[in-house]
């Protein structure tokens, strides 16, 4: 169902790593984007993490074991295909306006393999789902520092006129 590690994205300009989250729309993967810092002498070639969502309805989407291209099945037609492809693509480009410590930013958006991506910053840690899974219940003033924060970024995304699902 997923790109498999070592995957190649955009003529080799990101490198799949391993994959983060699936949700119904689509798959998140860990990915090397491959940087060039060009100086007055020469260049160097470096790499930094990324994370890249893919659009992926697991319910209607299939994926080629050889190509990795995303067809969608007989349950689906090209047109909602497409209606919900462009609505991730719009999510992405809103998103990428929206500036907030809470937001994650968004670096581009493309298609290929069939179907769309977009790239974001990769933000190391854990997620809160991890981190209950690890310590059990918050306590009180946790739990409500990571809600005011949760809270403060939606109120941002609100402001804006944007309704994240």
Known sequence: MELKPGASLQDGKYKITRVLGTGGFGITYL????????????????????????FFMKSCCNRDGVSS?????????????????????????ILAKLQHPGIVPVLEIFQENGTSYYVME???GQSINQMLDENGVFEIDTALKYINHVGAALQHV????FLHL
């Open 158 to 161: 609100h402001a804006q006129k």
């Open 69 to 93: 291209g995303v067809s969608y099945t007989n349950e689906v037609t090209k047109e909602t295909f497409s209606i919900f492809r462009n609505k991730f693509e719009k999510e992405a480009r």
């Open 31 to 54: 990915a090397q984007m491959k940087t060039i810092a060009q100086g007055q002498l020469g260049n160097i070639t470096g790499y930094a993490n990324v994370a890249i969502k893919e």
């Open 122 to 124: 990769y933000i190391t």
